[in-house]
Structure formats: structure tokens, C-alpha cells
């Protein structure tokens, strides 16, 4: 019996963990990297280095351009701006279930090690299972909340690139765009499970007080 369920653990479960986490990653990475071609964009706008992107873009797609190339190269911005919010919002669909059970996977994985760890009658061999555990709950949970809070921070600078451009040489009309598109880009889409739990680095140190706290009960009463 034991066989079976390693024999399952490795050919089954193990892949799968790890493909789910891969395939996170992949578009997290994927989405951050959008982002940065987006900042840079934005604070090429109103330089001749526009023309050249405009052109590029122009190459790469049957769009309908128009001569006001400003114009266009605002309205390339706007619409890559608008995709990736979709696609974070996408993702937040389709991993909703997976990053609950995620979260509260580690928060109640870490209970069982961590009364191992407080325990003082193991042996070395006990003790080094339990630690592996809690540290392969953490490193999971750590994947998903530095691919949230990179997206996140990513979308963050947008305003800052767009007031680093060379706005000053606009005309009004152009600049109300701009203010716009400020507003719009505060609104810094979260990865998130049901719009509930946010997977950041601030929910990772919350789990990690938790742990520690809860290692520190269960150490205070394995010496009473």
C-alpha cells in the first residue's frame, strides 16, 4: 500500500503540483514583462523614438493607422494597457479555487510539522521531515505571492513613466488624455482568490507571524 502511494504521489500529484505552479509563474512572468514594455513605451511618447515604434507596430499587425501619430501610438498604449488588466483578471478567474486551496493548504500543512518541531522527545530524522515540510508550504506559497506582488508593483510605476515622458510638449487636449489614463492606471489590478485574499508579500509575512506564533504556543505548552 505504501508503494501504491508513492508510486501515485510521484507519477501524479508531484507533476501536476509542480505543472500548475509552472504554468502560474509563466504567465505572472509573462504579465510583468508586458507591463515593462508598456512603461517604456509610455515614456518614449512624444519622442522621435514614437515614429520608429509606431512604424514597428504598424509591421506587426493589420491595424488601420492614421497620420496623427500620437494620437495612435496614445490609443496602442491604451489598448495594451486595457489587455493586460483583462488578462490579470483572467488569471484571477482561473486560479481562484487553486490559490485558496493554496493559502489555506499552508496555513493549516504548517499545524502538524510545527508540533512535531515543538516537540522534544523526536528524533533527527522526525525533525528533519517537519522542517522540510514547513519549508516546501512556505516556498510554495512564497511562488505565488512574489508573482502578485511583481505584477502589482509593475503596474504601480505606470503613472510614474507617464510623468517621466515628454509630456510639457503636449497640447492640452493630448495632456487631459494623459490625466486620464493616470486615473485609470491607479487602479493597480491584485492577484487575488475571489477578490478575498491577496497574494502579496504582505500576505506571506502575515503567514509567516502566524507560523511563528503558533510554534511559540505549542513550544510554551511542550514544556509544561
Known amino acids: ?13 508531484a507533476p501536476c503540483v509542480v505543472g500548475t505552479d509552472l504554468l502560474f509563474i509563466s504567465i505572472g512572468t509573462c504579465i510583468v514583462f508586458q507591463y515593462r514594455l508598456l512603461q517604456q513605451c509610455l515614456l518614449k511618447y512624444c519622442t522621435p523614438e514614437m ?8 509591421n506587426l499587425g493589420n491595424d488601420t493607422y492614421n497620420n496623427n501619430e500620437r494620437k495612435q501610438y496614445f490609443i496602442t498604449c491604451v489598448k495594451h494597457h486595457q489587455m493586460l488588466q483583462r488578462t490579470t ?6 486560479f481562484n ?17 510545527l508540533t512535531l518541531i515543538a516537540q522534544t522527545d523526536n528524533s533527527i530524522s ?22 502578485g506582488e511583481m505584477i502589482s508593483h509593475e503596474a504601480q ?12 510638449n503636449l497640447k ?9 489614463f493616470i486615473q485609470h ?40
Open 51 to 58: 515614429i520608429v515604434i509606431n512604424k514597428k507596430i504598424q
Open 1 to 13: 500500500m505504501a508503494t501504491i502511494q508513492v508510486i501515485a504521489f510521484q507519477v501524479v500529484i
Open 97 to 113: 479555487v487553486l490559490m485558496l486551496f493554496q493559502l489555506s493548504s499552508t496555513i493549516g500543512g504548517i499545524c502538524l510539522p
Open 172 to 180: 492640452i487636449k493630448y495632456q487631459r488624455d494623459l490625466i486620464f
Open 185 to 224: 492606471a491607479q487602479r493597480v489590478p491584485q492577484i487575488s482568490a475571489f477578490n478575498i485574499f491577496h497574494f502579496n508579500m504582505e500576505t506571506y509575512l502575515k503567514v509567516s507571524r502566524m507560523s511563528f506564533s503558533l510554534y511559540t504556543f505549542l513550544k510554551t505548552v511542550a514544556y509544561k
Open 89 to 94: 483578471n483572467l488569471m484571477n478567474k482561473i
Open 157 to 168: 510605476l505606470l503613472h510614474h513613466f507617464i510623468y517621466q515622458s515628454n509630456w510639457t
Open 126 to 147: 522526525q525533525l528533519y521531515t517537519a522542517l522540510i515540510a514547513v519549508l516546501s508550504l512556505f516556498n510554495q506559497l512564497l511562488i505565488y505571492c512574489i508573482t
